[in-house]
C-alpha cells in the first residue's frame, strides 16, 4: 500500500470516530454534565465552617442549654436552699433567670455603644421637647388671632349700635370719633371741610385702624350701656341700670361666654 493509501485510511478513522454519535455515548455525556452541576451546587454546603461561625453555633447551644442537676454549682445552690425555677435570696426577691450575655461586637472601645445610645436618646427628647415647644407655641397665637379676630368683630358691631343709639337720641356728636363707624366720620370731616378731597385715604384708614383694639371697645360698650341702657351682647335694652343689671350678666363678652357657647 502506498503512502497515500495509509494518510487516506487514517483520515477515514478520525473522521469515523467524530462521527460516532451512539446513544451510549450521548447518555454517559449527560449522565457527566449532570455530575459536575450537582458538584457545584453542593459545594457552598460543603464549606468548612470558620472559627468564628463555629464559636457562635457552641456559645447558642451553650446559651439554651440550663444548668443540668449533676452541674457543682447547681448542687451547691441546691444544699442552700435553690430550687429549679424559683427566684434567688432567702425571700425569694431576686431572679429567676440567669443574666444574660451580651458579646461585644466591633472594635469601638468599652461604653462607646451606651455613650451613642444615650446621646441620640437625648437628641431625641430634646427634639420631641422642640416639637412640644413649637406647637404650644403655635396653639397660643392661634388663640391670639382669633382673639384679636373676634375684638374687630365686636368692635364694628358696638360702633354701629352705638351710632345709631346715638341717632335715635339725636345725639350730634359722638364722644368719641371711634364712637361711629369709619363711613360717617369721613362724611362729617368732608362736610365740616376738616379734610380736603385730596387728602391720601389711606393714612386716614390708618388712623381708622390703631382705633381698633380691647379698650376702645369696653368704651364704647360702657357708653352704651350707661347713656342707652343696652347690652351689645344680651341684645336688649332695660328699664333702668337696675334692671339692666338684673337681666344682663354682665358688659363684655367673657360675661357671656356660658351663655353664648
Excluded at 494518510?7 to 473522521?15: E, T
Excluded at 338684673?246 to 357671656?256: F, I
Amino acid at each position: 500500500m502506498s503512502d497515500s493509501e495509509d494518510d487516506y485510511m487514517s483520515f477515514k478513522v478520525i473522521v469515523d470516530c467524530k462521527d460516532d454519535v451512539r446513544p451510549g455515548l450521548l447518555v454517559n455525556r449527560e449522565k457527566r454534565k449532570h455530575d459536575m452541576f450537582k458538584k457545584k451546587a453542593e459545594a457552598p454546603n460543603k464549606r468548612q465552617k470558620t472559627l468564628h461561625e463555629m464559636e457562635q453555633e457552641n456559645r447558642e447551644i451553650g446559651l439554651s442549654t440550663a444548668i443540668s442537676n449533676e452541674n457543682k454549682g447547681f448542687r451547691m445552690l441546691e444544699k442552700m436552699g435553690f430550687k429549679s425555677g424559683e427566684s434567688l435570696g432567702k425571700s425569694r426577691p431576686g431572679i429567676k433567670e440567669p443574666i444574660d450575655i451580651v458579646l461585644k461586637q466591633g472594635t469601638s472601645g468599652i461604653g462607646r455603644e451606651s455613650h451613642i445610645k444615650e446621646v441620640l436618646s437625648k437628641r431625641q427628647q430634646q427634639k420631641i421637647k422642640n416639637l412640644k415647644h413649637y406647637e404650644t407655641q403655635f396653639r397660643l397665637a392661634n388663640k391670639e388671632r382669633k382673639n384679636l379676630a373676634q375684638i374687630r368683630k365686636d368692635f364694628f358691631k358696638a360702633q354701629r349700635v352705638c351710632e345709631e343709639l346715638d341717632f335715635r337720641s339725636n345725639v350730634k356728636d359722638p364722644v368719641e370719633e371711634f364712637f361711629w363707624t369709619k363711613e360717617t366720620i369721613k362724611k362729617r370731616r368732608k362736610m365740616e371741610k376738616e379734610c380736603p378731597d385730596d387728602t391720601d385715604s389711606s393714612d386716614e384708614d390708618d388712623e381708622f385702624e390703631q382705633y381698633v383694639t380691647e379698650e376702645n371697645l369696653f368704651a364704647i360698650i360702657d357708653y352704651v350701656r350707661s347713656k342707652h341702657l343696652y347690652c351689645l351682647y344680651c341684645v336688649i335694652t332695660g328699664i333702668d341700670i337696675e334692671d339692666l343689671r338684673e337681666n344682663c350678666p354682665g358688659p363684655y363678652r367673657m360675661d357671656h361666654d356660658t351663655e353664648m357657647d
